[in-house]
């Protein structure tokens, strides 16, 4: 199914407290490891020579952004498990701040400074109503300077992630993915 343009004026955004599906997957899809780091899943989509990404507390400690901020500790466990979302699935804020701590909010704003990208596939994060949700701080209808919901869709679209023309997720069962 070819990628669905979101006129933004569409959007029918609901909170999250609409009732939530039962029937979501447990089960993770196996990651092969890194060869020398064993701790951490291979990425799913990069060789893992093509970026940079700490690993160990020291190399993280020395890491700073490209405006030179530190990586909180909140924001490295935010990108190590979002790195284990396998391709072709996703998962939803809340899902990841249940696992890592912190809330829905913060593992946004974390997602929003991933310096990481597309390493850290951030993308593959969405609302826990099913809707598509932010990417790089645009969140659906309630941005309408920008195009980063389209760019979304298309990485989506191109691992298997489909959406309606409103922006909530096709096949709920077979897509969602709890780490």
């Known amino acids: 199914m070819p990628a ?10 609901k909170p999250a407290g609409k009732k939530r599906l ?39 400690a020395a890491f700073r952004t490209g405006a030179g901020k530190a990586v909180t500790s909140h924001q490295w466990d935010v ?6 979302i396998p391709i072709g699935r996703v998962t939803t804020y809340k899902d990841v701040c249940v696992a890592v701590g ?6 946004g704003n974390a ?24 990417f790089f701080g645009e969140w659906g209808k309630n941005d309408k300077t920008g195009t980063r919901c389209n760019q979304k869709l298309d990485l989506l679209s191109s691992e298997g992630v489909n959406f309606t023309k409103t922006g909530y997720l096709v096949d709920v069962d077979a897509t969602i993915w709890k780490g």
């Open 79 to 84: 990108y190590d498990f979002v790195r284990t």
């Open 102 to 107: 912190g809330s829905p909010r913060s593992v």
């Open 22 to 60: 039962n029937s979501l997957h447990t089960d993770a899809e196996p990651l092969n490891q890194v060869e020398g780091n064993g701790d951490l899943p291979a990425p799913t989509t990069l060789k893992s020579q093509d970026i940079y990404y700490p690993s160990t507390t020291s190399e993280r």
């Open 4 to 13: 669905v343009r979101i006129d933004k004026a569409s959007f029918s955004y």
């Open 111 to 134: 997602l929003r400074n991933n310096p990481f990208a597309p390493y850290i596939p951030c993308h593959r994060v969405i609302a826990s109503n099913f809707f598509v949700g932010g």
